[in-house]
């Protein structure tokens, strides 16, 4: 998306679907600052990241964490803000948000920015709270980690905030641990062999010889089982699982998820 130079705060947000939405933007104030062009003031983040959690404890939602990850792909991004002059979410050359994120080390499934200039924090944070977009991004429940920059450039403060829905970085052991645990607490027996499962995973390809049932799915949540399966775990028509993971085939590119493939017999 675009911000037009007459404003000064402007907002994104993705999910793993890839859906951008706009948001309008509302003027931050303007003054001098001391602060030499183009220096980072952790402090300044710091500051602005108390301010949010703050908010945030008065509107009924839960805090952030601040994540390095993001830190650092803000960071990145609001220097580019300083050398390029009007606020955007990408200038020539630069990644997408998501990447940007990516690149940094961040791993989540729902991604979301404010960017802004002004002439304090204070400023900056309440023309956020100020702007329906940016204060639907900054209160957003779905949001559990922020990484925050801000930089001095031109007399003014530049600020980007990416919040984001965090994503456990897993090894296929681990994910497939974490879904044989759910399915083992229903009585079933866990195969110890994952193969056919995994096999299943990667191709989607079934046994049709064998009466059984077959599931495999994607998601970055696998602190529960997809309802279909759910059902038939409790359906005490099956004694034993096959639990093999796989590389994701339709997350989209930036996003973290998980493919899981289960054989109940």
């Not at 130079?5 to 859906?19: D, E, N």
């Not at 220097?79 to 080390?105: I, S, T």
Request: hydrophobic share 45%; charged share 15%; proline share 5%.
């Amino acid at each position: 998306m675009n911000c037009f130079r007459s404003i000064l705060v402007c907002a994104v947000v993705l999910t793993g679907a890839l859906t951008g939405q706009a948001a309008p933007g509302a003027l931050a104030g303007l003054g001098q600052q001391t602060v030499l062009t183009g220096e980072s003031i952790p402090a300044a983040a710091q500051q602005l990241f108390l301010m949010t959690n703050q908010a945030r404890a008065m509107a009924g939602v839960g805090p952030l964490r601040w994540d390095a990850a993001l830190a650092a792909g803000a960071l990145e991004h609001c220097r580019r803000m300083v050398a390029e002059g009007p606020l955007a979410h990408r200038y020539g050359g630069e990644p997408e948000l998501q990447m940007r994120a990516q690149n940094a080390g961040a791993h989540f499934s729902l991604i979301a920015e404010n960017v802004a200039l002004g002439s304090h924090v204070a400023t900056i944070h309440q023309g956020w709270l100020d702007s329906p977009g940016h204060r639907a991004n900054l209160l957003n429940p779905q949001v559990d980690s922020v990484g925050i920059a801000v930089v001095s450039g031109g007399g003014v403060l530049y600020a980007v905030a990416d919040y984001a829905r965090t994503v456990q970085v897993l090894t296929r052991e681990q994910v497939e641990s974490t879904v044989a645990a759910l399915i083992r607490s229903a009585g079933l027996f866990i195969v110890r062999d994952p193969a056919d499962a995994r096999a299943y995973c990667a191709t989607g390809s079934k046994d049709t010889s064998r009466s059984a049932f077959f599931i495999v799915w994607e998601d970055p949540d696998i602190s529960t089982l997809p309802r279909h399966l759910a059902d038939r775990v409790a359906s005490g028509t099956y004694h034993s699982a096959v639990v093999g993971a796989c590389a994701p085939q339709e997350a989209e590119p930036g996003f973290t998820s998980y493919r899981v493939a289960v054989i109940l017999n």
